[in-house]
């Protein structure tokens, strides 16, 4: 059954709790697995690879919105975005968290010099820093406070954001590039689609002289 062009109120607080639980899920899992001790002969490399291929399902997710939305007529797809792009900041933070955390152990001088050594660290801190504005003017006040034009410029960050977080899982992968590689195709096409369009779209006519003056009453 096909999905409606809109939905009722009730429809769609509905959807939304349905996809805030799903979306929960891997989170659940691991909560889970290290509570029943099932997370594998190495947890912490479980944690890392699991936070960041969820962080970046997510960022894919926000950025297929707006293609999906332009192909299906569903445009209240729009009201679960922001949820979307949060649940990539939670896992991204999740991911960090474990890196800091159990690899590192909160040695500050040693993550520096990881940061500046290893460039998939480099990349993958950089995505990490980018999405914390993202994360922070995911609400309606600031959207209103920033005014709509500049908010929607900030959150064009997402677009390099999603590259970083390819090419950071891109060159941590040193045998099958299989999954960073179809990654990249996902992004590339979500990217391409709206270089397209907006090339198509069509450009605002200049308002005639007349038109634009006001002539005295």
Not at 47 to 69: E, H, K, N, Q, Y
Not at 153 to 181: A, E, F, N, S
Request: net charge positive.
């Amino acid at each position: 059954m096909l999905l409606p062009a809109r939905l009722s109120q009730k429809q769609s607080t509905i959807l939304k709790v349905v996809l805030f639980v799903l979306s929960l899920g891997p989170f659940a899992r691991l909560i889970i697995g290290a509570f029943t001790n099932n997370l594998g002969a190495n947890p912490v490399e479980l944690l890392t690879r699991s936070t960041g291929t969820w962080t970046l399902v997510f960022l894919c997710i926000t950025l297929a919105v707006t293609p999906v939305r332009k192909l299906t007529g569903w445009n209240w797809l729009t009201l679960y975005r922001r949820m979307f792009g949060l649940f990539a900041f939670f896992y991204v933070c999740l991911h960090f968290t474990t890196y800091i955390w159990f690899d590192q152990y909160f040695d500050v001088e040693a993550i520096v010099k990881d940061v500046i050594k290893r460039p998939f660290i480099t990349v993958g801190f950089a995505a990490f820093v980018l999405l914390i504005p993202l994360a922070i003017t995911s609400n309606n006040y600031l959207v209103r406070k920033m005014g709509a034009k500049r908010w929607q410029l900030l959150h064009r960050l997402i677009y390099p954001i999603c590259i970083l977080g390819v090419v950071h899982y891109w060159w941590l992968v040193k045998r099958d590039l299989t999954q960073p590689i179809i990654y990249a195709v996902i992004v590339g096409v979500l990217l391409l689609a709206r270089l397209i369009w907006r090339r198509q779209k069509p450009k605002a006519k200049p308002r005639p002289a007349a038109a634009a003056t006001r002539s005295p009453a």
